[in-house]
């Protein structure tokens, strides 16, 4: 029974370390609060770590490689342009980072080079990495990119991206103990049967 929970934990100590890169969906978050307004909007987007890719001056998101975007937006001047939005509304996703960011876990907040952090907004440069999206022209009532971070509703609301955070996958760790429970409960089940 021990060399077969051995054998288990190894497998997937083995198969977890090649599997560096994985299909991630992360919860977004942006807010009025910054510019003094009401609205607000909820999303996600959803893309393979493999995909985030160095162009030679950083990482970038292809908007090809995008799987699965959407955002709903509430709270807007426009009432109209409050709703819900998706990747078939959008054209164009401009995500990168200067450096490689820690995909398990908050991107908002982690540090790229010198004082500079992903999600931090400076109006002036042209070189801070970024998350932005734009609306394919289909619907005006999409929100679209105002600047860095940064996206400007129906409204004319701006709303400032305030998390990225990956959506909690299924413990692993939880799912090997789980696994190697039912193995023991089958194994003394058996035993009980012989006796």
Avoid: C
Wanted: net charge negative.
């Amino acid at each position: 029974m021990i060399k077969i929970l051995l054998a288990i934990a190894t497998a997937f100590l083995f198969n977890s370390s090649i599997a560096q890169a994985e299909i991630k969906t992360f919860n977004i978050t942006w807010s009025g609060e910054s510019f003094s307004n009401n609205a607000r909007a909820t999303g996600f987007i959803t893309f393979d770590t493999d995909n985030f890719l160095s162009n030679g001056s950083g990482y970038q998101l292809n908007f090809s490689d995008v799987i699965g975007f959407g955002l709903t937006v509430t709270g807007s001047s426009v009432i109209a342009g409050n709703g819900t939005f998706t990747l078939s509304d959008y054209s164009y996703i401009d995500f990168n980072s200067a450096t490689l960011l820690d995909f398990s876990r908050e991107l908002i907040g982690q540090p790229l080079s010198g004082n500079e952090v992903f999600g931090q907004v400076f109006e002036n440069s042209a070189s801070l990495s970024d998350f932005t999206i734009t609306k394919n022209g289909n619907n005006n009532l999409a929100p679209t990119a105002r600047w860095y971070h940064t996206l400007e509703t129906a409204g004319s609301d701006r709303i400032l991206v305030t998390s990225i955070n990956p959506v909690p996958e299924a413990d692993t760790s939880a799912m090997l103990l789980m696994g190697a429970g039912v193995m023991g409960f089958m194994a003394r089940r058996r035993r009980n049967a012989q006796a």
